[in-house]
């Protein structure tokens, strides 16, 4: 076998896109549940770039090759696989016919390994509706290739087709327009057409009993039948989060919007599938209080799927773009009545003030900002936690990292959303405002439409765009910016007016005298969101650890234990376990094997681990549930817990 060799524009992928570049994929498969197998062929049209490249280079991961041949011709195409590299799979190099054609079409026929990265298989007894069997994938950043063998780099993009053979009884879906289906004996074959051209950590797919309901003219919620109602009713403000991105944004290019509510091992909040974002399950909380992660995915429809990160050391160009367009959606809300940025402090009181009953329209067109907006306006405070416990010298913490030899499962953190967010306002305060700014995201999305872009790109547009800013931008520091691990070298003025209440009542509660008379009554949450309880919450978190007689003072008083906002019990159970209150450990090992939102298991197994008592407990829960976890959440949950170390 051959040494093989990552590409020099991609750490994390040994596709030579330069050489030869795959320009559509049509995928044919067959989704087996009891052998947890997808099979078929993947045709790959694939265009010489170099007239002399005499290969065709893709990644793949735990896949096996049956056959490479030339799909028009029929002619048989030799084919090398390499030594398997632990992160990245291995390299499948195809030997081109040697008749210099410019385009030719690759068919391979494949098969996926049962412990594919890339997918979730679910017995019936892992659904809600414990009938039926069920597999979703998870592509994003480098799994695309235990699914696919493609370019498996965000700098190819392309158009997909799909044909998609499952059991009669179950539905598939992709992240695609849907083209209809057709019986064929018990089994049931769904089409796909995706005709905008996108990266390969795109491509996605579920196969389960699903059902759906209209929640927008352009949109579903698909889930299984259990939970659909509860989806349809806590994520009903689709259309109104699309229309607002669409006035900042430009058009919405994909036609259809669906969402599709995942089993509980979803390892994310949600994943910006184009036509399908899939969301967790944990957002349903009953109050549309933690929705607004949907108007993030949605923005995603421009920053990241239409203009993308070429490779995963710009991530920022994808997370930290997306977090920042969605703020200013939630703070201009949509409606042309919404006020400017600036006035959001006054704004927010004016919502807590005046009541429905004097303002129902304005009411209910402020409806998904109120109570979301809450924790989203603090100076990242979870940053310089952040990067503290990662070490403010470590290398991940920068914006534009070095991912050579790095997983990029490794490198993911909070750093490329907060800092790249932050860089973006800092640029923002920079031009002026928001007046000057909105056009200048307005073009750069227009202009890098349909391409995969790298920081540098963004900054020579920013240039650009602002011919008479040079003196400004210059005098920017990219370097430590882009390049110096740490909290960035600009701390920007956010407003923290929203969080005076959650930070009075977290102050009150440090400050009280435990042998003193208890000052607090059952009524103190009763004007708090949701969201302004679990602001509260992170801001206990940041505290020393509370004496557990607090706690229990505080679950007498508000519940605390039988709130199900997974928001709020994720920030109330780690209150537990800082403490190292005995109760909350159950509780809390409990949690992790319920769902799988890495989100929430990473700090809460880590917790765990911190606390001697319990690290037994947390390796044996962790030890016992892997096999249900998704490859990812595994993966990183047995980092954090230093196992195989
Ligand atoms: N694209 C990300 C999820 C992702 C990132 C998956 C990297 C795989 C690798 C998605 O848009 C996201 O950021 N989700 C967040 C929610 C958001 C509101 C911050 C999440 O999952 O928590
Ligand atoms: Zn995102």
Redesign the pocket.
Known sequence: MTMSRLSPADPNSYSRPDQVVVSSIHLNWDVDFPSKIISGTATLTVDRKQDDAVHLILDTRDLTIKSVKDEETGQVLQYTLGEPHPNFGSELKIALSSDAKKQLKVQIEYETSASSSALQWLAPEQTAGKQHPYVFS?C??IHCRSLVPCQDTPTVKMPYTAEVSAPSELVVLMSALREGQQEKGNRKVFRFRQPVPMPSYLIAIAVGALESRKIGPRSLVWSEKELVEKAEYEFSETETMLKTAEELCGDYVWGQYDLLILPPSFP?????NPCLTFV?PTLLAGDRSLA??IA??IT?SWT?NLVTNSNWQD?WL??GF??FIYKVEVMQGGKSIWRKREKLREWFLYDLEWESEYHPNLRDSLKYQNDSVISKFLMPSILLQYIRTRGEKDSLTCLVPDLTGVD??DA?SIVP?EKGHTLLWYLETLVGGPDEFEPFLKAYLDKFKYQSITSDTFRSFLFEFFVDKKKVFDAVDWQAWWHTPGMPPVKPEFDDSLAVACKDLCKRWVEWDITKDCPFRKEDLNNMSANQIREWLAQMLEEEPMPVRKLEKMDELYSMSSRNNSEIKFRWLRLGLKAHWNDQADEALKFVTEQG?M?FLRPIYRDLYEWKDMRKQAVSTYEANKSSMMHVAAYVVAKDLHLNE
């Open positions: 998870q994003q950043a994310y909040g949600g994943m910006e967790t607004d992660v993030h995915e995603h990241g991530f994808n997370e997306t977090k990029p499962d993911f959303y939102r989100k």
